[in-house]
T-cell receptor, first 112, second 113 residues
Framework: DAKTTQPTSMDCAEGRAANLPCNHS???????VYWYRQIHSQGPQYIIH???NNETNEMASLIITEDRKSSTLILPHATLRDTAVYYC?????????????FGTGTRLQVTL | DGGITQSPKYLFRKEGQNVTLSCEQN?????MYWYRQDPGQGLRLIYY???????QKGDIAEGYSVSREKKESFPLTVTSAQKNPTAFYLC????????????FGPGTRLTVL
């Protein structure tokens, strides 16, 4: 997988937007950017993914820079339940194998 | 409800004993995965299977074994050969060729005493 770099931790006030950055400067042209999150002691949860264009779903928005070397996951109105570790992943295309490599992610703490 | 179940949530075993962790899914997914997570670390892939009766080693397969006799089930055995078995074990499933969206179970926390 292309290497990704994320800040170790971030804080966000409840109700404000949480902007989580990810650097993936070695990404190749056909590789996607995936985001997952893991609430404490639970299994990871898929959030969103993108290739070139910005993407939005009911959970978050994903902004990918034009050169694709970095991206930002945006939680528009963070709540206490969004406190979790957020993983940015660029999976390697190995044919049919959907292997994911999870780094240590960004620990987001949402506070009152 | 569709999803992945792992049982039990907490498991304690004595050193030297083999232990089998259960993973069942009713999502009709062909692919299933086992990951290990140590405190403060990311997930590491142990084994994965894309079809019944076939599976491949992941990054840390030593000391583990799996079987895939049914599409819905992918049990993981932690053998006595695994040097540091105490960890959080996560099972996941996905559609083959459907990208990298995986669905995870709630995990089993194994403690070897």
């Amino acid at each position: 997988d292309a290497k990704t770099t994320q800040p170790t931790s971030m804080d966000c006030a409840e109700g404000r937007a949480a902007n989580l950055p990810c650097n993936h400067s070695t990404i190749s042209g056909n590789e996607y950017v995936y985001w997952y999150r893991q609430i404490h002691s639970q299994g990871p949860q898929y959030i969103i993914h993108g290739l070139k264009n910005n993407e939005t779903n009911e959970m978050a928005s994903l902004i990918i820079t034009e050169d694709r070397k970095s991206s930002t996951l945006i939680l528009p109105h963070a709540t206490l339940r969004d406190t979790a570790v957020y993983y940015c992943i660029v999976p390697q295309d190995t044919g049919t194998a959907s292997k994911l490599t999870f780094g240590t992610g960004t620990r987001l703490q949402v506070t009152l | 409800d569709g999803g992945i179940t792992q049982s039990p949530k907490y498991l304690f075993r004595k050193e030297g004993q083999n232990v089998t962790l259960s993973c069942e899914q009713n999502l009709n997914h062909d692919a299933m995965y086992w990951y290990r997570q140590d405190p403060g670390q990311g997930l590491r892939l142990i084994y994965y299977s894309q079809i019944v009766n076939d599976f491949q080693k992941g990054d840390i397969a030593e000391g583990y074994s799996v079987s895939r006799e049914k599409k819905e089930s992918f049990p993981l055995t932690v053998t006595s050969a695994q040097k540091n078995p105490t960890a959080f074990y996560l099972c996941a499933s996905s559609i083959v060729g459907g990208g990298w969206e995986q669905f995870f179970g709630p995990g089993t926390r194994l403690t070897v005493l």
